[in-house]
């Protein structure tokens, strides 16, 4: 039965709405009028039309930051995926003691990021020694200073943002797993599918488009990445884990350029808008 | 109705009269609200507070708020202080180096002149030359007070030369690569880094004895080029030095620096004077331990146009006191402080900007009399490449010098990238 008046919606969203303008929307369109300006914070700010766009194609940071950003989310991505529905699959599977693991599971989303980043800056250090590299020691191995060698710092960078918040999927996939009708599942059994069958075959279908909406947050989540990376290696060494973030940052805060500082982050705007586009064009795929 | 009208005017003549007392009395305020990139524990914090503690007793008649906001990452308080500096919310004092980004807020107008201060309020020749040059800006400008006298060192552990073998300190740049070596041969860290700044002093030194100052000027403002014979010959000891670092250097912080000093397990590290009580090198007497040396930066040549005696002093981040807060009750407080500054800060074993007196100076540690003597024996400061070098052009100089120390680029590229973020940046 359809409201007589329609007003009443539009009140009651007001509010949000409101918190949604002058939080998000009103920022957003800020950020992309300064990013034709040129303004070091201080002195007069100065139209230059597309000169900032223009130059982020010339920009060799970038170019780094950009590139490194695609690993950090695919690799990122993947990580907290498999994780997370891992975590996820081993707690559904347990009755007693489900909540104790958890809790534990789900500790390092909430512990601020400058404090897990200071463990496993102490845990990987070589000089002084780091629990890594006394492993690695009693392993016979040389001790690899991980945060300071390019090969392997973004590794490093990724995989412990993905610590960080794999927690969170699992409590969603979790869920999910736990929304499956049992019923479906004990038909599976009196069928005669084994463990391994029911699971991809019966349980994994049932959760579906939790996949996708998993997918698209993580996706806009790893393009965004930044504290772990600033924090742990402050982009370093050298661009080895600078990522688009990191750089805008840096570029709006450090270097005093607002005006090229906000251009990035309407590229970050723009890729992460292009990113989500190709997940759900995927997830139509799938549906259809 | 003619008792209440008599009423209502002896209540008014009451207030008028009670109003008239009290704005004819004179209030005295003064609120400072200070933005400080030391941390709380810093000598000079300490010594201001105890000063400001003293002065509101001596004056209870004056309500006197002084509130500091310590953030001692200096990333993070550069950033903080940025961004208040664009919304125009500026508390009345806040710490900044001399560099560029400063010399805009003093062409906006927001710091008051400490060159007029100081004549003011009498102080000109209290202030060690250093304290008032090293914060000069390149127009020659004073705008900010400083409260450290500073000198940079190698500091060194005695017992991990004499274990090494090592019987004098190096006075070449070729003879500190000698004894790093040595120090490797011995099983020990030669030289620990960590942080932002230290390596580009690193950097800076053999520049400066081949060119003084001349070089790293004209490569930032692209009269010169960072390729130059000094540019190479400094990126060629950046290379060679860079493998005495300890292992993982590149993502070690100042603090990690420091302790790996003072709890004995690098010989050598080099940091200013200001890092004595930081990196427990004081002893119990206040004078440098036994077991720990310094020497200056080395030299290059004869060839060389700055002197042995020329080398990095500083006063540390200067304070900026925002024009429109300067009233005379502020020059009463900041006169009162420089006066009494000098004790306070000899208290926490700082060397302060504000020269003792005589009785005092004579009477001081060896350590800082040495320090004294060293920055009075200086005739060419070597100045500090991330203070002078534009903020946008610091970022890529510390992250190419970190290349370059890596070996993933050889110096001529070093020299070519660099040339080309001054050319971007022009």
Same mark, same amino acid.
Request: glycine fraction near 8%; proline fraction near 5%; avoid cysteine.
């Given at each position: 039965m359809r409201p007589r008046r329609k007003i009443e919606p539009w009140l009651f969203l007001l509010p949000a709405l409101a918190v949604y303008i002058g939080v998000v929307l009103f920022p957003m369109a800020g950020t992309i009028g300064y990013s034709f300006l040129e303004w070091n914070g201080i002195g007069e700010k100065k139209f230059i039309g597309f000169d900032n766009y223009v130059r982020m194609f010339t920009d060799k940071t970038l170019r780094a930051a950009f590139f490194n950003n695609l690993f950090f989310m695919l690799v990122g991505t993947a990580f907290q995926m498999i994780m997370g529905l891992l975590m996820a699959t081993l707690l559904s599977g347990i009755r007693k003691g489900s909540n104790i693991f958890r809790v534990l599971y789900f500790i390092p989303c909430i512990i601020s990021s400058m404090a897990i980043c200071k463990i496993f800056e102490k845990l990987l250090s070589? #000089? &002084?020694?780091g629990v890594i590299s006394v492993v690695m020691e009693l392993l016979n191995m040389k001790p690899i200073a991980f945060l300071s060698e390019f090969k392997y710092a973004l590794t490093c960078v990724t995989l412990i943002d993905g610590y960080k918040f794999c927690g969170l999927y699992m409590v969603i996939f979790y869920a999910a797993l736990m929304n499956v009708p049992q019923e479906t599942v004990e038909a599976a059994y009196i069928d005669g599918c084994s463990w391994m069958q029911a699971y991809f075959k019966v349980k994994l279908p049932a959760i579906k488009n939790m996949f996708f909406i998993v997918l698209v947050i993580l996706v806009n989540g790893c393009l965004k990445g930044f504290d772990v990376s600033y924090i742990l290696t402050g982009g370093g060494p050298g661009n080895a884990t600078e990522l688009v973030a990191t750089y805008m940052y840096k570029t709006a805060? $450090?270097? %005093?350029?607002f005006g090229y500082g906000s251009t990035l982050a309407v590229f970050i705007l723009i890729e992460s808008l292009i990113a989500v586009g190709i997940v759900k064009m995927i997830q139509k795929k799938f549906s259809d | 109705m003619k008792k209440k009208l008599v009423t209502i005017l002896a209540l008014g003549t009451i207030c008028a009269s009670m109003l008239s007392v009290t704005c004819g009395a004179e209030e005295r305020k003064l609120t400072i609200n200070w933005l400080s990139s030391? $941390?709380? %524990?810093?000598a000079p914090i300490m010594a201001i507070q105890d000063i400001a503690e003293q002065y509101r007793e001596e004056n209870p008649d004056l309500d006197f708020t002084f509130e500091i906001e310590n953030i001692s990452d200096r990333t993070a308080y550069l950033q903080k202080l940025k961004i208040l500096a664009a919304s125009d919310e500026l508390p009345e004092w806040y710490d900044s180096d001399p560099d560029t980004w400063f010399a805009d807020i003093v062409k906006d107008g927001k710091a008051y002149s400490i060159d007029d201060l100081y004549s003011e309020l009498g102080m000109d020749d209290r202030i060690f030359t250093i304290s008032k040059e090293y914060a000069r800006l390149a127009d020659g400008s004073l705008n900010l007070m400083t409260l450290q006298c500073n000198t940079e060192y190698f500091f060194y552990n005695k017992e991990m030369f004499e274990a090494a073998g090592i019987t004098e300190v190096p006075t070449t740049f070729d003879e500190l690569l000698e004894t790093c070596q040595k120090l490797q041969d011995s099983g020990v860290i030669p030289i620990t880094m960590g942080g932002d700044w230290p390596i580009l002093r690193y950097f800076a030194q053999v520049p400066f004895r081949m060119d003084a100052n001349n070089y790293i000027e004209k490569a930032v403002t692209g !009269? @010169? %080029?960072? @390729?130059t014979e000094a540019g190479i010959a400094g990126a060629e000891f950046m290379q060679n030095i860079? #493998?005495?670092? #300890?292992? @993982?250097? $590149?993502?070690?912080d100042y603090d990690t620096m420091n302790d790996l000093f003072a709890s004995g397990q690098a010989a050598i590290m080099y940091n200013g004077t200001w890092a004595l009580s930081q990196a427990d090198m004081i002893g119990e007497d206040g004078n440098?331990?036994?077991s720990i040396g310094c020497f200056t930066m080395p030299v290059c040549s !004869? $060839?060389?146009?700055?002197? &042995?005696?020329d080398f990095f002093a500083n006063s540390g981040i200067g304070t900026a006191v925002r024009t429109d807060a300067m009233d005379n009750e502020m020059k009463a407080w900041i006169k009162y402080m420089l006066e009494h500054y000098a004790e306070a800060s000899l208290a926490y074993d700082n060397l302060p900007s504000v020269m003792p007196d005589e009785e005092t100076m004579n009477n001081l540690p060896q350590i800082y009399q040495q320090i004294i003597a060293d920055v009075s024996n200086v005739e060419v400061y070597s100045k500090c490449w991330d203070v002078v070098i534009n903020s946008s052009l610091v970022e890529s100089l510390e992250k190419e010098t970190v290349m370059l120390a890596l070996g993933q680029e050889t110096p001529e590229e070093w020299a070519a990238n660099m040339d080309e973020h001054v050319k971007n940046q022009l």
């Open positions: 070589v #000089q &002084p020694r805060f $450090s270097m %005093s350029n | 030391r $941390s709380a %524990s810093e !009269e @010169g %080029s960072f @390729g860079a #493998q005495y670092f #300890q292992t @993982g250097w $590149s993502s070690a440098i331990k036994d !004869e $060839s060389d146009v700055t002197k &042995p005696t």
